[in-house]
């Protein structure tokens, strides 16, 4: 990979939808090497896909939670049963496998402190692996690069 191509990718990473020809103008190339490049690098798997960042206020997710968790499993399948069960959560939007303490990291998007309290007496703290959560509320998103 090399400078155009780093260029390339910062120019997709802030607008998915420019057209080849605007993408090409902005990074000084041609249309057809630049479509070259960007299939290139779609193929090597540097670029995974595309998608619409979708805002989550207005979805009616405006409330972000992020949560420590500990299991009491230690044997495999318990640890994948749980992770299987967590990620099967619509209001899961990031879960992490850790390492060291907590044991995972989640985050969810949910509507407001009710429905967290829904999903985290109704769901998450039920399961029986769950030894310890701990909740942190979001006061403020400083960035996000999603």
Do not use: W
């Amino acid at each position: 990979m090399d400078t155009l191509d780093r260029e390339i990718l910062f120019h997709l990473r802030q607008d998915g939808r420019l057209t080849n020809v605007e993408l090409a103008k902005r990074v000084g190339l041609t249309p057809p090497p630049c479509l070259r490049r960007v299939k290139r690098l779609e193929e090597a798997g540097v670029i995974t896909g595309y998608r619409a960042v979708i805002s989550r206020e207005a979805l009616g997710r405006g409330l972000d939670v992020l949560i420590d968790v500990e299991i009491y499993a230690q044997d495999r399948r318990s640890f994948e049963e749980f992770e299987d069960t967590v990620a099967s959560y619509e209001e899961v939007v990031e879960f992490r496998r850790m390492y060291g303490r907590p044991d995972y990291f989640i985050r969810v998007a949910v509507a407001d402190h009710a429905a967290y309290e829904a999903f985290l007496t109704g769901k998450l703290s039920g399961l029986p692996a769950v030894r310890r959560l701990e909740s942190h509320l979001t006061m403020k998103e400083i960035k996000n690069n999603e």
